[in-house]
């Protein structure tokens, strides 16, 4: 996700179905807030009367939205009998009031205002998980030296050139579509561009414009590297945000949830959708087939010819091996955010928190505390890790061939953090 807000994307050319009253006050009630924290809705592709009648009215204050959180919340209880409904609309409705809360100057701790955004309880990392990675990315890595430098050069060693951007670009989505298509089939007219931008603070995003499309805009100001770009692909289109939308646009929303029609931000939705990006790679590039299609892309991309001595079969190995603990050590920017914000330290000490245990250079430490100190994002960071071991062990809770299925209702279904848990304490296997 990026770390700016942005206007909304009100798009599409579908026919939204009419909401119930249900919905249409939880879609007044999002944009309501939006107004007061603009990006909170990423993006909006429900009934163009909806958002006119909130662009018309005055100001709505922070604590009457608070209130009607509060009240829509109590309305779902009564007026809503799907169960699934209405576990994930009370669990939103949880997120939203809390965040109307903090505009009206309510002081919740910052751990509960996350608890209550996502629907779970924030943990920190240990040191110990992080040193352990940090162990397993020193031996891995060519060279000796200060590590934080090494993983640099190694990343830009494996640097895409601005020439072949595209050709692996189109290689991967195609080949991921194709994957996905096979998994859980595509909707019927989903589509998606992509374009390329400057002066971004992301390396890509998914813009979801309804209409079963989606623009992934990549920055081109940031160097492109693999393995890391074959992940983003997975993440941003196939099978993570983009057929995630899209399925949901075309079965849930079509189906008369049309409160699913406004993506927000800092809600339990971002925790599920997060964590569907990140382990949908697994499933269009199962693991024991990664070092292959590595290997493939190393060659259409010209890299790594600086390591090219070593056989580009190897150094595919090699990355395939430093995704996991790298993948952690980015979890310290987890422990960064309870530190500034739940603990208090002084900025220039979570800084050395992130190059410390972070393995980060000082400019990336600072860029990366540019996100956790956002108003708007500073809860966020934790659906990423959060989201995905959540996922992750639902997912290797029932035998590998279930997988896909089991996946496939992430696409589908109202799930939410609570709903995951539940199912993990019970052992069910659906």
């Not at 920190?124 to 640099?152: F, H, K, M, Q, Y």
């Not at 983003?232 to 049309?258: F, I, M, Q, S």
């Not at 959708?273 to 087939?289: I, K, Q, R, T």
């Amino acid at each position: 996700m990026t770390a700016e807000p942005r206007v909304p994307a009100v798009g599409g050319t579908r026919t939204v179905p009419t909401p119930d009253p249900i919905a249409s006050d939880y879609l007044l009630l999002a944009l309501r807030l939006d107004q007061h924290l603009p990006g909170l809705i990423d993006a909006y592709f429900g009934p163009a009367t909806i958002k006119a009648t909130v662009d018309m009215e005055a100001l709505r204050a922070p604590a009457s939205l608070r209130d009607d959180a509060a009240s829509l919340a109590e309305r779902v209880t009564r007026e809503v009998p799907e169960p699934e409904r209405r576990t994930w609309l009370t669990a939103q409705l949880v997120a939203l009031e809390a965040q109307a809360a903090v505009l009206a100057g309510e002081p919740i701790p910052y751990e509960q205002q996350v608890a209550r955004a996502f629907d779970f309880v924030p943990r920190r990392v240990t040191e110990a998980v992080l040193d352990d990675a940090a162990r397993s990315v020193n031996e891995l890595l060519p060279g000796d030296g200060d590590l934080s430098a090494r993983i640099a050069a190694w990343d830009a060693s494996l640097e895409v050139p601005p020439d072949r951007r595209q050709a692996v670009m189109d290689m991967l989505l195609d080949r991921f579509r194709i994957r996905a298509a096979e998994l859980f089939g595509l909707p019927s007219g989903e589509r998606l561009s992509v374009n390329y931008v400057r002066n971004q603070p992301w390396s890509a995003y998914n813009w979801y414009d309804g209409g079963l499309q989606s623009r992934v805009d990549v920055n081109t100001d940031l160097p492109t590297h693999l393995p890391g770009f074959a992940q983003t692909v997975a993440h941003e289109a196939y099978p993570g945000h983009h057929l995630e939308h899209a399925w949901k646009e075309a079965d849930l929303v079509e189906r008369g949830r049309v409160e699913c029609s406004a993506l927000t931000i800092n809600t339990p939705e971002c925790l599920i959708s997060e964590g569907l990006a990140d382990v949908g790679f697994d499933f269009v590039s199962p693991p024991h087939e990664r070092i292959d299609l590595l290997t493939e892309v190393f060659e259409l991309a010209g890299v790594p010819e600086g390591l090219d001595r070593f056989g580009r079969r190897d150094i595919a190995e090699r990355a395939v091996a430093l995704l996991g603990p790298r993948e952690t050590l980015r979890t310290s920017r987890v422990n960064a955010a309870l530190l500034l914000h739940a603990d208090g330290v002084a900025r220039d000490e979570a800084v050395a928190y992130l190059e410390r245990a972070g393995r980060y250079p000082r400019n990336v430490a600072e860029k990366r505390l540019e996100f956790l100190e956002h108003p708007l994002w500073r809860t966020y960071i934790f659906v990423y890790s959060e989201g995905t071991a959540l996922l992750r062990e639902w997912l290797e809770a029932v035998p590998e061939a279930d997988r896909p299925g089991r996946f496939a209702r992430l696409l589908h279904e109202q799930l939410t953090p609570g709903t995951i848990r539940e199912e993990l304490e019970s052992r069910v296997r659906v």
